[in-house]
């Protein structure tokens, strides 16, 4: 198994099946975030939608009454209507915390996820070499990529699976905001048109 290309179940690469992995987990949990969000957005509660109504026609009703004959009478609808936002700042405070429980279970279940998929890899591949690269292309860095695989050996670096990891994280991460972001702004033109 001290190949480069070393085959899992003989037909991919690691390096390959690694960086797939991690890449759509990646972009899972991206769509996963964004679905979160807009799920969020588009509850409505009946109690907030009640409330709201309360406040606009206590506005309407204290507007209506500009004549100084029913001065008091408009000042304690206002006073009714400031009572009212109150309230319903109250309900969307406790709506938020509701709602943000629910997501942050689901995103924290996805962390879960994520770890356990790194400490698996990292159990499966340590100390074995994931890929082989000349020193040339990886001069000031080297000895360090190949963590606990052997070093380097005929100008050629092993890079051991940490490194690996580390690197198609970040490469996943940002192909996944590429894309996630991508996906909304096409969305969002195309509710725009609609």
């Known amino acids: 198994m001290d190949?480069?290309?070393s085959m899992i179940s003989g037909e991919v690469p690691a390096p390959l099946?690694?960086?797939?992995?991690?890449?759509?987990?990646h972009i899972i949990c991206g769509y996963v975030q964004q679905y979160l969000s807009k799920l969020q957005k588009r509850m409505i509660n009946p109690e907030e939608v009640q409330v709201v109504q309360q406040i606009k026609r206590l506005l309407?009703?204290?507007k209506s009454l500009?004549?100084?004959?029913?001065?008091?009478?408009?000042?304690?609808?206002?006073?009714?209507a400031a009572?009212?936002?109150?309230?319903?700042?109250?309900?969307?405070?406790k709506l938020?915390?509701?709602?943000g429980l629910s997501s942050q279970l689901h995103l924290m279940a996805l962390k879960i996820l994520k770890a356990c998929v790194y400490l698996g890899f990292a159990w499966w591949f340590w100390g074995v070499p994931i890929a082989v690269v000349s020193t040339q292309l990886l001069q000031p860095f080297g000895n360090a990529l190949s963590l606990r695989v052997g070093g380097s050996k005929d100008d050629f670096?092993?890079?051991g699976i940490i490194p690996w990891l580390l690197l198609t994280t970040r490469v996943s991460?940002?192909?996944s905001h590429k894309l996630v972001s991508k996906r909304t702004a096409t969305v969002k033109i195309k509710d725009a048109v609609l």
Do not use: G, N, Y
């Open 17 to 25: 099946l690694i960086l797939v992995v991690v890449l759509s987990m």
């Open 66 to 80: 500009s004549t100084p004959s029913t001065f008091a009478q408009a000042a304690k609808l206002r006073r009714a």
């Open 173 to 175: 991460v940002f192909v």
């Open 157 to 159: 670096v092993k890079i």
């Open 3 to 5: 190949d480069p290309t």
């Open 83 to 93: 009572a009212k936002e109150k309230e319903l700042l109250q309900i969307r405070q």
């Open 96 to 99: 938020s915390v509701e709602k």
């Open 60 to 62: 309407k009703e204290a």
